[in-house]
């Protein structure tokens, strides 16, 4: 079993940047396709990025596309999300997710993809 913590979230004004961290434990941290989610209060939790394991085409939602970068180092099993020119609607719980069954079929975007969660980290930006 994969476990996942966040890390880097903060209170930022917006324009601003952060960079968030998810650190895996496991040997195969490699092998999985990584990806970040996000859940503002009284919103469903959203995709916002995921990477394969080669870490090669990385994809993104439509609203961070431009301003968010995933990425991954699998010698350290972290997976990264430089975020900048955040906004106030980027406010929300960021949380890291990984595959290990290796659903066919089912898009890096979708939750039901992904068996192992980190516990999030508060990503806060005003106005």
């Known amino acids: 079993q994969v476990q996942l913590v966040e890390s880097g979230g903060g209170l930022v004004q917006a324009g601003g940047s952060l960079r968030l961290s998810c650190a895996a434990s496991?040997?195969?941290?490699?092998?999985?396709?990584m990806a970040w989610f996000r859940q503002a209060p009284g919103k469903e939790r959203e995709f916002v990025a995921a990477?394969?394991?080669?870490?090669?085409?990385?994809y993104y939602a439509d609203s961070v596309k431009g301003r968010f970068t995933i990425s991954r180092d699998n010698a350290k099993n972290t997976v990264y999300l430089q975020m900048i020119s955040l906004k106030p609607e980027d406010t929300a719980v960021y949380y890291c997710?990984?595959?290990?069954?290796?659903?066919?079929?089912?898009?890096?975007?979708?939750?039901?993809?992904?068996?192992?969660w980190g516990q999030g980290t508060q990503v806060t930006v005003s106005s």
């Open positions: 997710a990984t595959d290990t069954r290796t659903i066919p079929g089912v898009s890096l975007s979708a939750i039901r993809r992904y068996d192992c």
């Open positions: 496991g040997r195969t941290f490699s092998r999985y396709p």
């Open positions: 990477i394969t394991w080669t870490g090669g085409s990385p």
